[in-house]
């Protein structure tokens, strides 16, 4: 997969809802019914971040959801896109990138989501062909502003903002003609996983999903 198939691929996941929920599985048993509560709720693209050993798991048991589009988040060497790949992934997401990392997952023909937070790194990602890139960590490295001033210079790269987006600000970002979606995890808190309260995720989902 070339960087611009890779881009190309990821900017039409990152269309199918105005949210990517960012998901921490701690217990893989909560995977299934989470990723359907999400899905019914009209998020079906779901990134789960390789942070706790249950996430590979996770993977593999909400890639069996019928609607629903996973993929692996905090990608961050290759062996990381193997394993992914191997688990179910659907498509990978970085918070930075390196040489390696992409050539990884060019080979494994994953799309990807790689991340930069400043006009430089983006610059690079789009020079090797990426034009659909991660914007992480959204708030601390300056927020709807920044972006919006990067699509002056840039207008050809679109980004899905992750870190610090929320409710409150998420509209904001996705008034901006160069973000396509944002990525949250507010539609997944801890305590409701925690309990199952997957009916009160489902209501999360579909406010989240309104935001279009």
Known sequence: MTPAESSRAARDLCRMAPIIPVLVVEDVAHAR?????????????????????????????????????????????????????????????????????????????????????????????LARGYDMLKFFPAEAAGGAALLKSLGGPLPQISFCPTGGVSPSNAAQYLRLPNVVC???????????????????????????????
Not at 183 to 212: K, N, Y
């Open 33 to 125: 019914p989470l990723a359907e509560a999400l899905v019914e709720g009209g998020l079906p693209v779901l990134e789960v971040t390789l942070r706790t050993d249950a996430a590979l798991a996770a993977i593999a048991e909400m890639a069996k959801v019928d609607g629903g589009v996973v993929g692996a988040g905090t990608l961050i060497t290759a062996r990381d896109v193997t394993d992914a790949v191997r688990a179910g992934a659907r498509f990978g997401v970085s918070p930075g990138a390196t040489d390696d990392l992409l050539a990884a997952t060019e080979a494994a023909d994953l799309p990807m989501l790689p991340g930069a937070a400043t006009a430089s790194e983006a610059m690079r990602l």
């Open 182 to 212: 944002a990525g949250g995890s507010w539609v997944a808190p801890a305590d409701l996983v925690r309990v199952g309260d997957w009916r009160a995720i489902t209501e999360l989902a579909r406010e989240a999903a309104a935001l279009a």
